[in-house]
Every structure is written in C-alpha cells, then in structure tokens.
C-alpha cells in the first residue's frame, strides 16, 4: 500500500481515539492501528478525572509536578472534556457533568464511587443516603447481587425480574424489543415502588441507554439509574462503540485485531508499522506516529521477571525498582510503585532518551499516570491525547 | 462474551472465552469429545479480533468443532452444506428446475425435515456459471496479471457480477485469467469435515501456485474465501503451497486500491449521489487488511457512506441454512437490519454474498457488491503507464 | 462437651486417616482440626502420590513403603487419584552414576520402571526438553489431597464419628498425670468445648510440638518450609521428576487442569512461617524449564508453601532426613505421630490405630486397605474432558463449577467459610485463582440466606488479600497484567476501597 497517512496512532483506545478524532477533525488524514478492542470496553463508561475532593480541576493543581497531567494543562483538561462530551452528544450518548466537579455513581456493592463525567443513564445515581432506593436485578444474572447494596442502605428495597436469559449481553439485547420493555414497565408498575429512585444494572439496550432510562422513568414518575456491572460492560462498550463510529464519520481509517510485527525506521523517523496477517502483511504508512497503546492491562507495557518494556516501539521505559519492590502488600492500597512505570516524555509529547523525532506519546503509558492511585484514567486518556493531537497536528 | 453475536441470543453457547481457552484446558486429543454445543459457534472470527492478547477463541474453537464432527455422527445438513461445491454444480445445472421449486411450500417442507432452514429465500442459480464463461480476459501482455478466484456463489448464483467484475478488472488494463478452482473449503471446515477441505484447498492451492509462480496475483472477491486462502490453507488446513496462495493473495478492492494508489490507473470517478449503508462482514475485519471498498466509496462524489460494523448478520455462510441455527441466524438478522435502515439508505452494500442474502431479505433494502457501486461510477480513461 | 474414646488433634491427611480407620474399627473418635481439613502440610504439598523412585537411593525403607501405599491408594481411590504415570528424566551433565543407583535401588525396593529412549519420551510428553539423554517411567500419580482427606473423612461421618473443624486446641486435661481431654476453642466465637477421651493421638503435623507441650510432653523435628509454584494449564500429562540427587525444584505434577512445580526445603522455626519468597520462585521456575522448555513464558498463576514436619535432623541438609515416621508413646495419655508423607497417609494411621487398639485391649482390625474409600460417587472423576457435556450456569468459568454445586455444598456443610466451598468444588482453583467467581459465590451464599452481605463482604475481603499475597512473588509478564486487570475490577468497578 502507497497511501500515506498524516497521523498514525497506535492504540485505538480512549486517548488514541481522542486523539484520532481530534487530528479528523483538523483535516488531517487518520489511520488507528489496535491489536484489538481496549480496556475502556471493560470500564464503567464513566470518565474519572481525579478521585480527590470535590472540584478536580483544583485537585489537579496538587498532583506531584511529573503527572502527565500538568503537561495539557487545565485549560486542555477542561476543553477536551467538553470536547468528549460533544463528540458523544452527536453519537446519541450525551454525558452528564463537568470538569469543575466530581459527583458520584453506585457500584454493585453498593459503594458510591468518585467520577466526573457519567453518561446520561447515570446522571441520577448521586442519591442522598437517605432516599429511599429500589433495586431491580434480573433472574440467573451472575454478577449482579442486590443484596450487597441494599445492605448499605436502610432505606431500599430490591425486586427480581425474568427476562427469559441470564447473560448480560442477553438481558440488553431483550431490551432493544420494544414488547419486552413494555413488559417490563407494566411489570415494574406492579410492584408499587415506594417514592424515590429505581436503580438496575446496566443492561438498558445495546446502544445508549438514555431513552429506555427516560421512557422507564416517565412512566413510573420515579428517577432512574443503571449501575455499571462486572464485564461484559455495556456502558463501556457503549463508551467506546461511540467514539469508534464518531472516527469513521469523520473518515478515520481503521486497522484492526492484528499486532503490528515490525516498525520502520528512516534515520530518525518512523516511516511506516507493519501488521501481521494471516497472510500477507499490511503495512501502515504515516508522516507522523502516535504512541496510544496503554499500560500493562493492554499490553503497551509487558513486564519480564526483571524490567519492562515497551511493546511497540521499544522506547526507553522507567522503572521504579527491583521486582520485589513493584507491589505492596495491600491488594486494597491504590498505589502500587509499578503505576508509575512507563514512558516519559518533554513538554511536547515526545518520549525523552529517543532520537525518534516524529513520535507522540499519550495516555495512559506515560510514566507517573498512576490511575489507580489517583483516579484518574480516562480523564488523563482524553486530555493527553487531545493534547498530543494539538501538538503533532501541528507538525504535519 | 461482549462481542460473540450467537452467544447473545443463544444461551446454549457459552460464549468464546469458556467455549475455547477455558474448556480448552479439559480438552485432551486422546479423549472422545461430548462438547456438542460447540457447533453453535459460527466463527464470525469477531472474538479472534477482539482479543487484545492475541489469543483466538475461534481457531481454538474449530479445531475442537473439527475433533467433535470427525468423530461423532453429522447431520445430513451438515454434511450437504460441507459440499456446497458439489450443491451448487447440481444447481446451476438444473437451474431452471431448481429456482422454480425452492421457492414452493412443499418443497421447503421437506427441506425442513432434512434439517435445512428456510427462513430467508434460498438463492437463485444459475447455468450459465462463471466456469462455463470466458476463462481469459484483458490485454496478453500486461504488467498486471490476475487468476480470479471468484468463489461459489459468484460461480453458481451471481455468475453474471463475476464476468462484470472479470470485464471491469479487464477495462482497467488487467490481464484476467480464471483458472480451473474448486470451493475454497470454508464450508467443508465449518461442517466439521476437514477431510474435504483439504482436498478442496490441496486442488486449489496448486493451481493457484502455478500461477503465482508465473508473476500472477491470486485475487478473491468474497471475503470468505479470502480468509480461508490466507489464513486457513497454511494454518489449519496445512495443504501444500498453502503458504505461498496466502501471501499472493488480494482482496478485490485492495488490489484496485493499488492500481489507483500505484497510478497504474487513472481513473475519472462520476458523481454518485446515493446514501449507503456499507455493512462490513465478519471476515472482512477478521483479514484485517481495514476496508479497502470504504477506501475506494471515498473517492466518488456524492457517495454518502454509512459504514456499519458492529453486527454479525447472522447468516455466516451456511450457518443459517441449518434448522438447528435457524432461530440465532433470524434475529441476529433482524438486529443487523435494524441497523441497516436506521440509516434510511437508498442501498446497501457488502463484500459477502451471505450478507448481501440475509440483509436484503430482512431490511428490504436492495443489496450490491462495492465493486457494483464503483463500476457504476467509474469510467476508467488510461490503461497502464 | 463431648465423650469418646480416642481423640485426634489435626485434620491433615494422617488426622483423617486415622479418622477413617478408627470409624471401620468401630471405635469412637472425635477428629479436632484448628483450620479446615488439610491446612497444613497436606494443603500445601505437591499433589504426588509418590511411585517411591524419589527416595530408592537414599532411604529404601520409605521408598517401599511409598510403592506399597501408591498401589493401594491406587486401587481404594480409584476416582480421586489420576494414574499420570512418571518420568525421571536425565539431561546432558546428570550423573550416569546417580542412574545407575536410581535403577538398581527401585528394582530392589519393588518400584517398577522402564528406560526410554529420548525420542520414545517425547512421544509420551512432547513438550519435553528435545535433549534428554533418556526418561526413566515410574508409577507416579497425581492426587487432590483436600479430596483425599474429604474421603476419608467420609467414612468417619457416615459411621458416625465426630468431627470438629475451625475448632483450635488450646489447652489440654490432665488428670492424675494423665491426659484425659482437651479444649477446644471456635476460631470465630471464640467458644470452648470440652472433649474427653480415653486417648489423644497427635497428629498435628508441623504444629505437634506445641501440641505436645500442652500435655507438658515434646515432639522433636525439624520444620522445613517448602514452596511450590501453579501454572495456569496442564503443561505434561504426566509427572516429571529430574533424575538426580534430590534438590530443589525437581518435580512438575500435573494436577486438575494446572502443574505445581516445585520444590524448595528451607529450614523454618515456626509453623506458620509460609511466605514465599520470591527468590525460591525464580530457581523453581528455572529448574523447570531446563525439564519443560514451555515453563518459560507460561503464566503463574500462585505460589504458596508448607512447612514439612520431619523427624529432627542433627544439622546437615534437611533432604537427608528420613521421611519415614515415627510413633511416640508420651506414656501419659498422649500417642505423637510425626513424619511421613502425603503417600503414606494410610500406612501411618495404621500403625498408630493399631498402638490404639492395643492400648484399649481390644482386637480390632484394620481394614483401610481392602476398602474403597467411601464418597466418591460424588467426584466427576477423571478423564477431565467429561466434564465438558453442559457449560450452563457456571460460576467458576476455569474450573467448570457451577452454582448448584455451590448451593449444594454450602447447604450440606452449613459453612460460612468460602475456604470450605473451594476445597470441595476446586473454584478458584484454576488461572484466575477466585479473581471473579469468589465474589459470584459469596453473591450465591449470600442469596441463599447462609451468610449476611457484611459477613460474605469481610470474607470476600480477607479472601482478595490472601490471595494477592499469594501471587505476589510471582507478579511478572501475563499475571502482573492479569492481577492489573482484577485490581482495577475490585477497586474501579466494584469500589472497593481499604475498609472505611
């Protein structure tokens, strides 16, 4: 293939996305290259920007000086939040919330979760300790146990519903049927819910869950909230088939499920990526490339008995330490060293100790991200690659 | 699980991860296999291009579909579906007589009792297949030498697209040659009888050698078939010279691609004010080589394209012809569709002729191949430079 | 309190089995075990029942004791042991010499072998190192001892004995220097029972000194902690043992869907000194390799470790020791049994029952080794693939357990304890070591009324610590990335933080 693309990313998950769908619509041509579907599927859905106090945007000013963070800056954190709020918007699934305040979503323990930005069939889920709640869950459904939540709260209730399967994936497709969700809602009709909020977990529909939430809450004049479950996660399948077919709208190229096998280099320039196929190859080529494959649980970082390395490029990657060192002895304490492994970059997003000149590094690979510990994965995800998109935007 | 089309609506399937590594580990090849649900997976290969750490469920799962039909009884369905090749010779030969009783009540009847689903239309056939046609086509001497392997459906159901696209390749300056082929064994495979897969793909893959030894292109039109050439005839199916068929092999869109991106051709793209609804099929992102048609839609004017990649049809070759899948083939079927017209398309477009089958029937929309829509649109000037 | 005739301190394999052999002796007995059944040694031991090829050189006398008991086992076991079979396989640079020895000594000691030419080994296990100079096969065999111990126990329930676990023995009752009780105190209640017997038999393994000392009497051993490593699949079919002088990390065992590799032998002071250090993983793992090239690269999935009772040593390498045991008549009441094996289990609670038998003047025999071990109707049993017929409902998605089975053992033991739950239905057991389904049980128990939210969230807790603390030394490549993923799932998802 001759073609060359302006930008080519590597990591097609929420900041190689971010970063796709900024460069498409700066006019630039797009191709993202993913050895398979992201972690964000599994995710919440939900965009965390910092777990720490009420207003993130001032929580971020006391982040240790290397978070990535600070290197999009809080007027880049806010716009490109927005930003991804739009981008959503247009794909049918708005997002609730703004960057200048936390707010909170209920776990399937019944825990109540710092996040920023929820998506619409979570706005109602920061309820006050006292209102009363009622669970719905859904008969043979695994991973879902009511129980868990209405034992925190003295003031709920739950109900089982049959709908005929059991698996996740199952019990959202029914709700694409609009007899089965009419059924539903004469069903839960029935059961006379006392004043106050229906919660369930995330199984409204397929696509975004706003509408059914809505439709659901109109008729039983209650408020309406879906809890995000174990995967598989709709919310997060939903997150990122949006941010997928926002990309092809705006004529990004995908290339999808295969590995890139070898890079191309021209003195200190990436020229092109090739994946392996079954067959022939397929070689990517492009002006200037985008580093977005993630961190361990994606496999941008593998780790061997003693170092890491960085799976694509193969750029120099910070280590906080010997083996022994890498995690606490607390499962139950974010923070474990190995979090701040990963690539360190300049001021312009690219990887420092690199001669590589036409390479950009965002989200969550780079060094000192800590998401865990912080709380702030898919917010660092989206304002790092907007902000990287910027940047390398203006080289091409 | 989160992309597994059949375990979504059937819950007898476990879906990829337990149908393929998990039970995996119980599996030993000295033992007698009782997994009968393992015939629900249709190897749409969407779990194989999901899976971030390279693990692929559906090889894992066809090899496992494999041991269980090599050694249990296969239904009679099965097992006419695994010669599709032999099914679609009878057919085009007795076209007329065959399209005339399909369609009719009782002979869908008795298709039933055999195990064979009749939910959507079965195709029509025809005599005038593409190996009774011209075998060569294009100037002697080109530079750009192609065999065209056009597959079953193309051979037996829609020769007429096949010569179309044989002239089309012809009118750009190819030489075009269509060589003696069998079915590619894909559905020999997915039948569980990989005997006749191999034999299907030894036939082939020395024919095709012999051409690529002599500087041609192997090109596929269906995506199937293109997936059975480079990823199954050295893997899985390990025939000879399967290697070397995979690694010479395009896609009919990626090989035009070329031309135009080479300069070869040059070619004057006319205006086409349609809406399409491009429905990618599960092979094409399974060969991972993006979406070359999409690539070429972008070049005609006016063209608006919707591409649509989160369905699996349902149909998945002969899958869906089977009673035993019938109810998971109909509403994946329907889902996909809904999807289709949610674009309010004018026409909807496919690589695959099963989709292009199942879609059109449950969405009403009319289907065409891409290369249709570009042939329509494309008036080509200069030959090669 | 309770009243019966011999009293048996610790739930190990011994414990068990001489629950079993009392109960077909009809004597009663009252088994009192301070955890659940196996969490000493037995729990944390390599799954082999050994064909004895290890001990031919070195000390003959265990070795045909283990050939004798591994055809027994083999036979009243049938369900419970799986006949892998063995290889002791010698690579380019093992002595010749050793080789020699190791033939003429399993002759001599009844231990059947054949010697196999390299390419006839990789026939039987082809991921075997393609240079092994040749493969020696022995009766080796793979045996679940948490089951082992659940049969046996078996026998003692349905005839009637009684059996006490999560129960510690705190004290013991003397009476005119004899020992005449002891008091047992629940490990959650904190709630002490009185049992009284005729005879106390220690068989508290690691811990029988301090149970002795209760009767102001000592049990003299040494305690040598040995770790072992999980895979996450079944690399070989069959056992495979390096033929040399014992050392560390020797043996790769088939067991269920997984390999344990191991081992190690380091010289503990206290029983429950069982943390692995990351150090014995790396030579494991090493060790394995240069026998199974596929070791390297394949995903860890635990480690954990045990420490071995053995009979004292006056210094030198703790390998040297007999395993062989030895009974101990404190003369007070007080019958300390120590030593020995997993294998030979069975051969052990005989000798001490029949010290007992004598003891109470009766003439009673025993009869474990003609009868087949009682319960294992229940076992799905072996070839593992048969368990493949229907994956509807599953709660353990890598071990093939099911919510009925859960529901099932939960309501039968009354248990409380997810612990209990695993050892009987293997969840957890496989490559995410209960990342996922130990929350889908708890949810089940919780469900059906067993246990509260908060109890099953305090177990659930306890249960992720434990377990990370168990995979921590192996925390690099595959699991680093898998553990990442289950920390982002408990944390992330599930909200669940350090406790508020």
């Not at chain 1, 996660?233 to 999808?256: I, M, T, V």
């Amino acid at each position: 293939m001759s073609v060359t693309y302006d930008v080519v990313i590597t990591g097609g998950g929420m900041s190689g996305m971010m970063a796709a769908i900024t460069l498409a619509d700066a006019g630039r041509s797009v191709a993202v290259v993913s050895k398979g579907d992201p972690v964000c599927c599994l995710s919440t859905g939900c965009i965390d920007v910092i777990a720490d106090g009420n207003s993130p945007l001032e929580s971020i000013c006391s982040l240790p000086d290397n978070h990535p963070y600070h290197l999009a800056g809080i007027d880049v954190i806010n716009s490109s939040l927005e930003m991804f709020k739009s981008v959503m918007s247009a794909e049918g699934g708005a997002y609730a919330g703004d960057a200048r305040a936390n707010r909170r979503i209920l776990t399937p323990l019944g825990r109540h979760k710092t996040t920023c930005l929820v998506p619409g069939a979570m706005e109602f889920a920061d309820f006050h300790p006292d209102e009363y709640i009622h669970i719905i869950s859904f008969e043979g459904m695994k991973d879902f146990y009511p129980n868990y939540i209405t034992s925190n709260y003295k003031n709920s209730g739950f109900s089982i519903f049959d709908a005929g399967v059991s698996t996740t994936m199952g019990i959202a497709r029914r709700f694409e049927n609009r007899q089965f969700l009419e059924g539903f809602i004469s069903w839960l009709k029935g059961l006379d819910i006392p004043e106050g909020r229906i919660a369930m977990p995330a199984v409204l529909g397929m696509r975004f869950a706003e509408d059914v939430c809505n439709e659901i809450s109109a008729e039983l004049d209650r408020k309406v909230f879906e809890i995000p479950t174990l995967p598989p996660s709709l919310p997060g399948l939903r997150l990122f088939g949006g941010l997928k077919n926002a990309l092809l709208k705006r004529g990004g190229h995908l290339y999808w499920g295969k590995e890139i096998c070898s890079v191309e280099k021209s003195g200190s320039q990436i020229e092109a990526v090739t994946l392996a196929g079954a067959g022939r190859s397929t070689r990517v080529q492009g002006n200037v490339f985008m580093l977005a494959t993630g961190s361990f649980v994606s496999g941008g970082l593998h780790a061997s008995m003693d170092a890491v390395r960085e799976t694509v490029f193969d750029l120099p990657v910070y280590l906080p330490g010997k083996r022994e060192s890498w995690f606490n002895n607390d499962f139950f304490a974010p923070g474990h060293p190995i979090e701040k492994s990963g690539i360190c970059v300049d001021k312009s997003f690219r990887p420092v100790d690199s001669r590589i000149e036409n390479l950009f590094v965002c989200g969550s690979i780079l060094a000192f991200s800590e998401v865990m510990k912080y709380g702030c994965g898919h917010g660092m995800a989206i304002a790092t690659g907007v902000a990287a998109a910027n940047v390398c935007g203006e080289l091409v | 699980m989160a992309n597994c089309p059949v375990s979504r609506v059937n819950p007898d399937f476990p879906g990829p991860k337990q149908a393929g590594p998990d039970a995996e580990r119980f599996r030993s090849d000295d033992e007698t296999s009782i997994d009968k649900w393992i015939r629900l997976c249709n190897q749409c290969k969407r779990c194989e291009v999901a899976c971030p750490y390279g693990v692929n469920p559906a090889q894992i799962i066809l090899k496992e579909q494999v041991r269980y039909g090599g050694k249990h009884f296969r239904p009679l369905a099965s097992r006419v579906f695994a010669n599709t090749y032999w099914l679609g010779a009878l057919g085009s030969l007795i076209a007329p007589v065959v399209n005339i009783l399909t369609p009719r009540a009782f002979v869908k009847r008795v298709l039933n009792v055999f195990g064979i689903s009749t939910s959507i239309p079965f195709p029509q056939y025809r005599f005038h297949s593409m190996n009774r046609s011209w075998r060569w086509k294009g100037p002697r001497k080109s530079r750009k030498k192609v065999v065209f392997f056009y597959g079953c459906f193309l051979n037996y159901n829609r020769p007429d697209l096949g010569r179309d696209i044989r002239d089309f390749l012809a009118s750009l300056g190819v030489r075009v040659i269509m060589p003696k082929q069998v079915c590619c064994g894909l559905p020999a495979l997915g039948n569980g009888d990989i005997d006749t897969a191999r034999k299907f793909a030894s036939k082939n893959a020395r024919i095709l050698a012999g051409y690529i030894d002599r500087g041609y292109d192997v090109l596929y039109s269906c995506t199937s078939c293109g997936l059975s050439l480079t990823q199954d005839y050295p893997g899985i199916l390990d025939v000879p010279y399967g290697r070397k068929v995979s690694e010479n092999s395009y896609n009919l869109h990626e090989y035009i691609l070329n031309l135009m991106e080479e300069h070869y051709i040059d070619p004057v793209l006319e205006p086409f004010h349609r809406r399409v609804a491009y429905h990618i099929p599960c092979h094409l992102r399974a060969l991972g080589i993006g979406y070359p048609a999409a690539r070429l839609f972008e070049k005609i004017p006016g063209l608006d394209v919707h591409i649509l990649e989160d369905n699996c049809c349902g149909l998945s070759g002969s899958y869906g012809f089977k009673t035993s899948n019938e109810d998971t083939a109909v509403k994946l079927g329907i889902t996909a569709a809904r999807a289709v017209k949610a674009v309010d398309p004018d026409m909807l477009a496919s690589d695959c002729g099963a989709c292009r089958m199942q879609l059109e029937y449950f969405s009403g929309v009319p289907a065409f191949d891409p290369s249709e829509i570009l042939m329509k649109s494309l008036k080509n000037s200069k030959a090669a430079k | 309190m309770i009243k019966t005739d011999v009293i048996i301190i610790g739930g190990g394999s011994t414990g068990c089995g001489i629950a079993r052999d009392l109960a077909l002796r009809d004597i009663p007995h009252c088994l009192i075990e301070k955890g659940d059944f196996a969490a000493g040694a037995t729990g944390a031991c390599h799954g082999l029942l050994h064909s004895g090829g290890r001990y031919a050189v070195n000390d003959p006398e265990a070795a045909a004791q283990c050939i004798s008991e591994n055809m027994i086992l083999r036979r009243i076991g049938v369900k419970c042991v799986e006949q892998t079979g063995g290889l002791f396989v010698r690579l380019p640079g093992d002595s010749k010499k050793f080789r020699d020895m190791f033939l003429k000594s399993c002759e001599e000691t009844g231990i059947s072998t054949e010697v196999l030419s390299p390419s006839r080994a990789l026939d039987l296990v082809p991921n075997l190192n393609p240079s092994i100079e040749e493969a020696i096969t022995v009766p080796d065999c793979s045996i679940d001892p948490f089951r082992l111990c659940m049969l046996n126990i078996t026998s003692s329930l349905r005839w009637g004995g009684e059996i006490l676990t999560h129960k510690k023995v705190v004290a013991v009752i003397r009476e005119h220097g004899r020992c005449v009780g002891v008091k047992a105190q629940d490990e959650s209640t904190g709630q002490t029972t009185e049992v009284r017997g005729r005879i106390i038999i220690n068989a508290a393994g690691a811990w029988g000194d301090k149970i002795a000392s209760l009767a102001g009497s000592s049990v003299p051993m040494t305690l040598s902690k040995g770790s072992l490593i999980i895979t996450n699949h079944r690399l070989t079919n069959m056992v495979i043992n390096r033929l040399r002088p014992s050392s560390d990390g020797d043996i790769i065992v088939p067991n269920e869907a997984v390999c344990l590799a191991g081992t190690t032998s380091i010289t503990v002071s206290d029983p429950d000194e069982n943390e692995v250090d990351p150090a014995e993983v790396d030579i494991i793992a090493t060790q394995a390799q240069q026998m199974l090239p596929d070791f390297e690269g394949t995903r860890l999935i635990r480690t954990y470790a045990g420490v071995r009772p053995l009979l004292k040593a006056d210094g030198g390498d703790d390998r040297e020791i007999s395993r062989g045991f030895r009974i101990i008549d404190h003369e007070n009441g007080m019958l300390s049994i120590m030593g020995g094996k997993l294998t030979t289990y069975r051969l052990m609670a005989e000798k001490i029952s029949d010290r007992v038998v004598e003891v109470l003047g009766l003439k009673t025999r025993c009869r474990t080794a003609e009868l087949p071990l009682e319960g294992q109707e229940e076992l799905s049993g072996y070839p593992l693939s048969r368990r493949l017929k229907s994956l509807k409902n599953i709660v353990c998605e890598c071990e093939l357990v099911t919510a009925d089975d859960v529901e099932r053992v939960a309501r039968e033991i009354g248990t409380r304890r997810i612990g209990d739950i695993q050892h009987r239905t293997r969840l957890g057991m496989g490559p995410c070591q209960g990342g996922f389904c130990t929350y889908r049980a708890l949810g089940i128990m919780q469900e059906t009324g067993e246990m509260t939210p908060e109890e099953s969230m305090h177990v659930l807790r306890e249960f992720l610590q434990r377990r990370f603390r168990g995979i921590k030394p192996a925390l690099w490549g595959d699991q680093l990335r898998e553990e990442q993923l289950v920390e982002s799932i408990y944390l992330g998802i599930l909200g669940m933080e350090q406790e508020q």
